[in-house]
């Protein structure tokens, strides 16, 4: 089956650095949309960075500057590089794939367990 596995999160004071990496496991290798989403404690999910079939990035306006998203179409590997951390970057993070479109607009449909990422002042 497809699993999605997400690892890198922990606690980091304002300023400093974090590196997310997720793996997908039951995939053979290929060109997916990918992508890294959030979510804090009473707000909705929200949509960090993504990265398309080709290798196109968006990023959040929240973000951008910061954060830098990366792929791995052999390893099927996703890494989220988190520099200058902010209290409100504090969400759990979550690793997302589509795995079944091949063209047209990416559907985030096979996603991960999360990782906890807290930043204090």
């Known amino acids: 089956q497809v699993q999605l596995v997400e690892s890198g999160g922990g606690s980091v004071q304002a300023g400093g650095s974090l590196r997310l990496s997720c793996t997908v496991y039951?995939?053979?290798?290929?060109?997916?949309?990918m992508g890294w989403f959030r979510q804090a404690p009473g707000k909705e999910r929200e949509e960090v960075a993504t990265?398309?079939?080709?290798?196109?990035?968006v990023y959040a306006d929240s973000v951008k500057g910061r954060f830098t998203i990366s792929k791995d179409n052999y390893k099927r590997s996703l890494s989220l590089q988190m520099d200058g951390l902010k209290p409100e970057d504090t969400a759990m993070y979550y690793c997302a794939a589509d795995m079944v479109r091949i063209r047209g607009a990416c559907a985030y449909e096979s996603w991960g367990q999360g990782t906890q990422v807290t930043v204090s002042s």
């Open positions: 039951g995939i053979t290798a290929g060109r997916y949309c």
């Open positions: 990265i398309g079939r080709e290798g196109l990035t």
